[in-house]
């Protein structure tokens, strides 16, 4: 590549004789892209010998450049030529320099640069284009057609911003970092702001809150507004759009040029699910409002009895009958279970469980309920179940109906009344 020097590489010369050669002279035109690194080729080459010539290649303008290693000696033949060719690469700028003008702080003006690759051979891959120079904030990259290679003879455009932050002369420069001559390659850029402006920047611009109990407040996560301008931001109101979340903030109704606040967003979600909101900041700056984008995922067990109420009919007395109820987790968080209970009086009824003391999202488990009655009659109950799921305690509803058998005795004849 043009202005760059390429790795060496290597000719050997063998003199597969039977006789010593001797080596007049040994010469790379043109000398000056064709650079030798080492050579091994003394005066003097013993039969079966072999000895090694290095060079590289440094163009010095695009395009194919051809030239020659030549060894004079005492071989038939002399002097022996070995062809050498190679192909460099250039870049090529629209302009050397882009001049905005005046612009008014907190306006901007955008230009655009062109960039070519002159080589007729070879492609530019582009390591990175950036803006450099002590007023570089002041001057921004637009995305570019450039990508991460220009075929040969091809071209791309790079826009370029510049939006004052300040009163004054600003300057910086483009600069591509690529596989062409002189790189990294430059275009200066210069500017002038005019007047003052409150400038407004906002980091980060999105907020992730992960996965947080309903009811439950996350860990604050911290906005930064900062004022880059070069006068006072007037701020009417900072907020989120539901109640879902929630902001405190250290910025008052004004921030002076150059400064800073921090806005402290929290996370309690109201209901299960991703909920997502978006931080609004109205200001005075030219583009209020100003959005912060906010995600998070309300985590609830949610539960479900079925069936929600139970009928035992027709148990004797000191006679059992079971009965079973399903408890569903169908929230998108674990079910903490306090306890499974019979209500207090209702000695007639038991229960046993395989649910535990939680229960997954998504899972359920078993209350077997038996009545066992210890008179007759119609006898109510009610298994509670306590949790930390809304709604707690869960509740079913027992009816049971029992009766004390009669006993019957046939009677005898002898006994029976004439």
């Known amino acids: 590549m043009v202005g760059t020097t390429s790795p060496p590489q290597t000719v050997t010369l063998t003199n597969t004789g039977n006789a010593t050669l001797n080596i007049s002279s040994a010469t790379v035109t043109p000398q000056a892209q064709f650079p030798r690194s080492s050579n091994t080729c003394s005066p003097t080459l013993a039969a079966g010998a072999s000895c090694t010539f290095n060079m590289s290649f440094a163009p010095t303008t695009a395009g194919t450049v051809s030239g020659s290693v030549t060894f004079t000696d005492n071989a038939p033949g002399s002097p022996q030529t070995l062809p050498l060719t190679r192909t460099g690469t250039v870049v090529s700028f629209s302009t050397s320099s882009v001049t905005f003008g005046t612009v008014s702080v907190g306006s901007s003006a955008t230009q655009t640069v ?27 990259l637009q995305p570019s057609t450039c990508g991460s290679s220009v075929p040969a003879g091809g071209s791309c455009q790079i826009p370029v911003t510049f939006a004052p932050l300040a009163d004054g002369s600003l300057s910086a420069s483009i600069s591509v970092a690529d596989n062409g ?7 200066s850029l210069a500017g002038t702001g005019s007047g003052s402006a409150a400038i407004v920047t906002v980091s980060p611009t999105s907020l992730n809150f992960g996965s947080v109990n309903v009811g439950s407040t996350s860990t604050a996560q911290t906005v930064t507004l900062s004022n880059i301008g070069n006068a006072n931001l007037t701020i009417t109101s900072i907020a989120p759009g539901t109640s879902n979340y929630g902001e405190t903030n250290t910025c008052g109704s004004s921030l002076a040029a150059g400064s800073t606040c921090t806005i402290s967003v929290t996370f309690t979600p109201g209901s299960e699910g991703t909920l997502n909101d978006t931080l609004t900041i109205t200001d005075n700056a030219s583009t209020s409002p100003q959005k912060v984008s906010l995600t998070g995922v309300g985590l609830q067990p949610i539960v479900s009895l079925s069936p929600t109420s139970l009928s035992f009919d027709s148990v004797g007395v000191g006679s059992s009958s079971t009965l079973p109820v399903t408890l569903t987790n169908s929230g998108n968080a674990t079910l903490n279970i306090t306890g499974i209970n019979i209500n207090a009086g209702s000695s007639n009824y038991s229960q046993t469980n395989t649910c535990g003391s939680s229960l997954a999202a998504g899972a359920n488990c078993m209350i077997s309920v038996t009545f066992t009655p210890s008179q007759s009659g119609t006898l109510n109950g009610t298994p509670s179940v306590a949790d930390n799921a809304t709604g707690s305690p869960q509740t079913v509803t027992l009816t049971g109906t029992s009766g004390t058998p009669a006993a019957r005795f046939p009677v005898p004849a ?5």
């Open 114 to 140: 062109t960039l070519t690759n002159v080589s007729t051979k070879n492609a530019l891959s582009i390591t990175s284009i950036t803006i450099t120079g002590a007023n570089a904030a002041d001057f921004s």
């Open 181 to 187: 001559g002189g790189s990294p390659q430059t275009v």
């Open 414 to 418: 002898a006994l029976a009344p004439a």
